[in-house]
């Protein structure tokens, strides 16, 4: 049997990780200098799609760590209503893997025009976005050919986190992203086995997670759809209280994204609160009363730890997806660029 | 047959509209003249459920008016992680219908020991948000029993784009929110039969939106889980196109809400494109090839027109939710105060 792009692009995120670390140590070091020079009070991140849960990932890293608000501006108030953003004092941060689509191409050039220091993140160093941004993070991830981004998605994030450790200088988090390439390269040999049992057949899940585990669970979601078909939302283990757990009936599959981290405690409650609401419940990181535990890397950073469990699911979906009857390199109806204006 | 609490909440919208703004004046004032001296760089909201939407409308219609880059903080940043945000140069919207979640109120404490203008807009002036806010804009909707929130969500958008027109001094946005309520008025008339017709069985549907719409959308999926037990999600018209599109087989309903702004055009391709995969898509405030239209107040200022059809939605909803047999007052699992930490 032929191997999926896919499933060669998840294999290759270990080695991926660990030539962007070796190779953009330079444009890392002078973005994060032009961030100290800039102290910026409000940061605006702008991307689409699985790049937009990367920025997701970026704005509670940044807001945990450097305590900067991260505010996530739609492509479109520059380039359809036209508004300009006042960010005198703020600095851009964009991703895309194609650095192609207009819209954003055309929100990096207001951000700048509105005062905003300019980074570019993508996948694509010669591309209209890092053109227009004063800096560039190459990704260096290689070729993509499966229109569901892994590997870029990983990449992409850490990009963000080793940026955020140099602004800030901070050691813990700098000692940590150098390790996440041998990390990813364990978080491949997870076995979920069991929720992929129980996602044989579903048609609707629910995601949780909290904190920057909220943006794997966006990005988790967003995969369920497009290699497997499957009607899958996520939610912030807060929000699902407000209102979506009214659709959690009997047997409804739910997969809460559990690190270590502060919001733990809290994650296991809701987990156990669906479980007795009937829910079937699959846990990362704790056990909890009536929910499975999914295996997932011990003592991690909290900063880094949702972004290793990326791994082990994308490894997880893509056997998913075939075990469905899904080709995951092709999902329905897409393409891998999407342009929009 | 009883009316529904619902019901009468939804018919009580435009008095409790007029009746903001009657005895608001004074409380807006105050707090735009607050805004005016702060001048911030950065506005952070904090809120949860149909609050949070009412929050991410107020994020499109600040960007697009006032140019001020606006982030929705979960309020974990605070009570669980314990992260003092910096907002020297910032201010901070905090939107709760009870006042009550203590995490909410913890954001605001936190907030403005960060630096931040608090404004609390709620529908108990004397909460403890309220207390620990610099402003507050005191919705004076009356009770409000049924526990999916309806008219607390409109003036609470009411609220906000009353502040934001008095913050920038326009005088055309000031103009259009006094005849928020007689639009709101006639809103509760529009006749959207022929969706209600489509959903009576139906398990998923899409709800699409651009700009402020979106925020409507978003609001419209948490009602049809909580009061009809659909698995509703909401997606920018543009997102859609990057992945979730996946899903979209034959018959998939997609609910588009168009409203005549600058963003009209694409929401109209978006929708075409969607009816071309087979999709059942109703669309508001245009035509399109394939879609059913949907009738919607014409004439009005763009930023407040999304609010408008949130009525419309809301006289439809309930009306669908007992088609469902379900009882729009009482969805399964849920309270009306729920309490997050």
Redesign the interface.
């Known amino acids: 049997m032929t191997q999926s792009h896919m499933a060669r692009e998840v294999a290759e995120i270990p080695e991926a990780a660990r030539r962007f670390l070796a190779l953009a140590t330079a444009s890392i070091a002078q973005a994060a200098e032009a961030m100290r020079r800039a102290d910026p009070?409000?940061i605006?991140t702008v991307a689409?799609?699985?790049s937009?849960h990367a920025a997701t990932y970026v704005?509670?890293a940044v807001?945990?760590?450097a305590?900067?608000?991260?505010?996530?501006?739609?492509?479109?108030?520059a380039s359809?209503?036209?508004?300009?953003?006042?960010?005198?004092?703020?600095a851009c941060i964009g991703i895309s893997q194609s650095g192609q689509s207009p819209?954003i191409v055309e929100m990096m050039r207001a951000a700048a025009q509105?005062g905003a220091l300019t980074v570019a993140i993508t996948n694509h160093a010669n591309s209209p976005m890092a053109k227009a941004s004063a800096h560039c993070l190459a990704l260096q991830a290689g070729a993509e050919n499966s229109v569901?981004a892994t590997k870029t998605f990983v990449i992409s994030v850490l990009a963000g986190l080793a940026l955020l450790a140099e602004w800030q200088q901070d050691d813990s988090l700098r000692a940590a992203v150098a390790r996440l390439p041998e990390a990813f390269a364990q978080a491949l040999t997870m076995d979920w086995s069991p929720l992929a049992a129980r996602l044989a057949r579903a048609?609707?899940l629910y995601v949780l997670g909290?904190?920057p585990a909220?943006a794997i669970a966006n990005e988790a979601a967003?995969k369920f759809?497009?290699?497997c078909?499957?009607?899958a939302?996520s939610f912030?283990a807060?929000?699902v209280?407000?209102?979506?757990?009214?659709?959690?009936?009997a047997q409804f599959p739910v997969l809460a994204l559990g690190v270590e981290?502060?919001?733990l405690p809290?994650l296991r409650e809701t987990a156990e609160r669906l479980a007795v609401?009937g829910a079937d419940v699959f846990l990362t990181g704790a056990d909890a009363p009536g929910a499975t535990r999914l295996p997932s890397l011990p003592d991690l950073h909290p900063l880094c730890s949702p972004l290793v469990l990326s791994v082990s699911f994308y490894a997880f979906i893509e056997g998913l997806a075939r075990r469905r009857g899904f080709d995951p390199d092709v999902?329905?109806?897409?393409r891998k660029v999407?342009e929009?204006?």
Chains 1, 2 share one sequence.
């Open positions: 009070d409000v605006v689409r799609g699985s937009d704005k509670y807001e945990l760590l305590g900067v608000p991260v505010a996530s501006v739609g492509p479109s108030v359809i209503y036209r508004r300009p953003l006042r960010l005198r004092r703020g819209d509105g569901a048609q609707s909290r904190g909220f967003l759809k497009e290699t078909g499957l009607h939302e912030s807060a929000e209280l407000h209102g979506p757990s009214a659709i959690v009936q981290d502060a919001a809290r609401q999902p329905p109806h897409l999407t929009t204006v």
